[in-house]
Structure formats: structure tokens, C-alpha cells
């Protein structure tokens, strides 16, 4: 896509932001919705990723086109020929083996090389490089180039304080010699914070990842400062405290989601895909029921449950007796014995179960008045989306940051009922989760219950999400901070390429 047009000299040219997300959903959604708040604030965004990814993006550029928002999307070639990364891959998603993950990034590495020369042909040097915290080959490049350089971390200040609290104090290699049982405490946190060997905090911390983990710690120590989705209301304490350990600004932007909360077509594009008509079904189900008594289920762009496990979620929503919408990947739904276990479920549960096939817009879903309740596998935009519209949650964390997110939103924010798993799997790798059908409708019982704990946790969900709007609102303190973040790279000016 064609760069916008580069100002004249009578006219000083806004701050531009060059944005580089890692190639996953969970990654990309909140960096372009980040892109897109710039944008309307009257600064100038590009968007770097590869022609795959680009092409889930035409939505937005469409859309900022037709605002006349100065966003664009840059396409970078992906590398080709990388050992043992099969062709078609550009995204997480993509990836069917687990043995595939690592060449990928292998292959992300690559892309240090048509991002500087990109950014070499521009007319000026970009104000600042915003990459994601798993991107730290952008470090050599913004260096090079003498661009300043943020990173943009997916998790929860609470996660990422954590993790960093962690490295400092060599806590990974306690756990290492540790049995799986064996209990620790997190050190330096505001708050009492246990986690086992499986739970401890850590990205990229499997066997062959240390050298990639290690050059994204050293990207996130010598960056200029991080940019987190969250808000002060929410994590306060977590922020101060990550940003004394960090020795560098902590941004706080969020709820970036509700940069879209006005925009049902933003909220769509936000998505792989937005079909009309599953949308609308999807909406007139939900317009039908009472208010507050659907729980909603998915978990996330990433996670897929074999047959084995759809069956115990599917058998705990049908006895749970409540109303549910339940999203099933593509992937997870071709099986023969889950096509026709999954229709006589839908015969069974007529009228007061929803399954849906692929994808649905999750924020419009979350804000719509039927939903009263989230089961969720943790990660950070799924959980932030639950808190900012009001919805309480059952968590099920899977993997990364999400056992750290679930202690969050259960035993911090009071908003969450624990549905059991103790243990982190690999994405394609979850046959011997210990979580059953009576666990998925004992948690949703709790969650969509009544009772002084229910309703407790009712509560405090709403307050926040009360709190979430405020912080995006002009004079909140995500508003706030987000005009200093562009008048403070406005000053920066940009050298000439």
C-alpha cells in the first residue's frame, strides 16, 4: 500500500510512528487499534507487517482511507526458504505443528534487513519505532538508524512486573531445579504472588529458545520506554512499580479496545474475518435474550481443543442450564465426530445455546446487553475486553501469561472464577488438561449464579468497566497520556533519511 503523502516545508510535518507488531491476532489487534487512536489524534502511522497479515488489514486501511487518517499499511516480503517452516505460514495462526513456531520466528528475524531499507527510503526518519516486545531484532535497526524505539508489551502490568521481578531476582533458575509442585513467591511484587515451575512467568523460556529470549530482554532493557494496554484504574500499583524496575516511561494506553466501542464496522475489522450475515445472526440470537444471562465462550485466536476436550466444554455448558454462545474454531469443528457430536448438542440445547463456526466480533458481543459473563482463556486483550464492558469471567489460562492473568482478575481484581487448570500445554498439545465437564459447569454456575459472591463480583466488573470508559475519555488518564506520548516525539522532529 502507498505511503501518505509526505508534508511540504511550509508545513511541519506531523509525528510519525512506524508500528511493527508480532504476526499473531492476540499480538496485532491492540497495536492497531493503537495505530488508529494516533491516527485520529493527528499523528501519522505505518503499520509494517507482511503481505498475509497485510491482507487481514485492508479492512482498516479502508476504513482510515475513507477518514482520511494518515494510517497505512506497509507490506514487508516474507522470507522465503527457511528451514523447516513450511510455505503459506505468515501468522501464528497458521502454524498445525508445534515444531513449526520456532522456524517462524527464525523467519521474523529476517525481516531487521527490509525494515531498515524501508525505513532508509522515506523522506525522513520516522519520530519513534513501536514493535512489539517479541520483535527485538527492530533494536538493531532503530539503532542503525538513530530512531527512538519503544516496546509494546501484550500482557498486563501485573504480568509484565512479574516476569521482569523475576529475571532480576534469577527466579527462573530456582524453578528450573524445582519439582512441578514446589511453590514460589514472586519477589518485589506489591502484592503476595505464588507460582509453581508450570506458572512461573516467562516468554520464550522452553529448551531452544534462550538465545531468542535473551535478545528480546536485551531489545526490552535498552528501548526508550514501553507502551502497555491497560489503564491506571486498574493496575495502578502494578505500573508504578513496573516502571521503577524498568527505569524507563511506562505508557499506559488502554483500554485500546475501546478505541472501537462507537464503530461496529471497526469493531469487525478488527477480526480474521467479519461476515455480514453471522454477525447479524449472532446479534438477533442475543437481542432475544434477558439481559445478563448468556454466558459467552471462546478462547482466543490461538488455542485449539481437540475432540476429546470440546466434548467436556460442550457437556458442561448443556448442564449448566444456563444460555451460552459458544465460538469453535474452523479447525476444531472438521473432525467427522465432532460434526455430528456438535449438531446433536445444537438439537439438544435449541434455543438456549448458540454455537458458532469460525469467528465472531468479540467486543460487540461484550458489550451487548444479554452477555453477563465470560469464559476465557486469559489472555490479556480477551480478559481487558471482559473488564472494560462489565463482564465478570471463569478463566481458564492456558499457556504464557495467562496462569498470571487469571491471579489478576481472581485475586486481585475479584472479577474471576477459577475453572482449575494448573498446568500450562502447548497449543496443539491439551489432551491431559485436568479440567472436566462438571468443572466448566460448576465454574459457569458460580459465574452466572446469584449469591453475595456473584453479585460481589458483578460489581466490582461493572465498576471497572465504568473506570475502563473514563480512562479513554478526554481527561482520563489514558487520554491524558497518549496526548504526551505524541507531543513528546512531536518535539523529536525527524532527521532527514
Not at 487499534?33 to 488489514?57: H, Q
Not at 475489522?269 to 442475543?286: F, I
Not at 474454531?329 to 465432532?338: C, G, H, L, M, T
Request: net charge negative.
Amino acid at each position: 500500500m502507498a505511503p501518505a503523502e509526505e508534508p511540504t516545508a511550509a508545513t511541519p510535518p506531523p509525528p510519525h510512528f512506524v508500528i511493527v507488531p508480532l504476526v499473531a491476532q492476540g499480538h496485532t489487534i491492540p497495536m492497531v487499534d493503537f495505530a488508529r487512536l494516533l491516527a485520529e489524534r493527528g499523528a501519522r502511522a505505518s503499520i509494517v507487517t507482511t503481505p498475509a497479515n497485510g491482507a487481514r488489514l485492508r479492512g482498516v486501511a479502508d476504513q482510515a482511507a475513507r477518514a482520511k487518517l494518515a494510517l497505512e499499511v506497509i507490506e514487508l516480503p516474507f522470507p522465503t526458504g527457511v528451514d523447516g517452516l513450511p510455505p503459506g505460514i505468515e501468522n501464528l495462526d497458521q502454524v498445525t505443528d508445534n515444531n513449526h513456531f520456532a522456524p517462524l520466528f527464525d523467519a521474523l528475524w529476517r525481516l531487521a534487513g527490509p525494515l531498515e531499507a524501508y525505513l532508509r527510503a522515506l523522506a525522513a526518519r520516522p519520530s519513534c519505532i513501536v514493535s512489539d516486545w517479541c520483535n527485538g531484532w527492530t533494536a538493531g535497526v532503530a539503532t542503525s538508524l538513530g530512531i527512538p524505539r519503544l516496546f509494546f508489551h501484550g500482557p498486563s502490568c501485573f504480568y509484565s512486573l512479574c516476569d521482569l521481578n523475576s529475571v532480576d531476582h534469577g527466579l527462573p533458575k530456582q524453578t528450573a531445579a524445582a519439582g512441578d509442585h514446589e511453590k514460589f513467591v514472586v519477589p518485589g511484587m506489591p502484592v503476595h504472588v505464588e507460582v509453581t515451575k508450570a506458572t512461573a512467568p516467562g516468554f520464550m523460556n522452553s529448551p531452544g529458545w534462550e538465545a531468542l529470549s535473551a535478545e528480546c530482554v536485551e531489545a526490552m532493557r535498552t528501548a526508550d520506554g514501553a507502551v502497555v494496554n491497560t489503564f491506571l484504574d486498574l493496575e495502578d500499583q502494578f505500573v508504578a512499580c513496573y516502571e521503577a524496575a524498568l527505569g524507563k516511561p511506562v505508557w499506559t494506553l488502554g483500554p485500546l479496545c475501546l478505541a472501537n466501542k462507537d464503530d461496529a464496522d471497526a469493531m469487525a475489522a478488527r477480526g480474521n474475518k467479519a461476515d455480514a450475515a453471522q454477525r447479524s445472526a449472532v446479534t438477533a440470537w442475543l437481542d432475544a435474550k434477558d439481559a445478563g444471562s448468556v454466558v459467552y465462550v471462546s478462547f482466543g485466536s490461538l488455542v485449539r481443543k481437540p475432540p476429546k476436550l470440546l466434548v467436556e466444554v460442550g457437556h458442561g455448558l448443556e448442564d449448566s442450564g444456563r444460555p451460552f454462545l459458544w465460538v469453535v474454531k474452523e479447525a476444531e469443528a472438521v473432525a467427522p465426530e465432532v460434526r455430528g457430536w456438535l449438531a446433536a448438542l445444537e438439537a439438544r440445547t435449541a434455543g438456549r445455546g448458540l454455537v458458532v463456526r469460525g469467528w465472531v466480533p468479540q467486543l460487540a458481543v461484550l458489550s451487548h446487553r444479554a452477555v453477563g459473563g465470560f469464559v476465557t482463556h486469559c489472555g490479556w486483550n480477551s480478559l481487558l475486553e471482559s473488564v472494560a464492558h462489565g463482564v465478570p469471567v471463569v478463566t481458564w489460562p492456558h499457556f504464557s501469561d495467562q496462569f498470571l492473568n487469571e491471579r489478576l482478575a481472581v485475586d486481585v481484581l475479584g472479577v474471576g472464577v477459577p475453572i482449575g487448570a494448573t498446568a500450562p500445554v502447548m497449543i496443539f498439545d491439551d489432551e491431559n488438561m485436568p479440567v472436566e465437564r462438571e468443572d466448566v459447569a460448576r465454574a459457569v454456575a458460580a459465574l452466572m449464579g446469584g449469591g453475595a459472591e456473584a453479585d460481589e463480583r458483578r460489581r466490582k466488573a461493572r465498576e471497572y468497566g465504568e473506570k475502563a470508559h473514563r480512562a479513554m475519555e478526554k481527561g482520563g488518564s489514558s487520554y491524558e497520556n497518549l496526548t504526551q506520548l505524541i507531543e513528546s516525539f512531536r518535539k523529536r522532529g525527524g532527521k532527514q533519511g
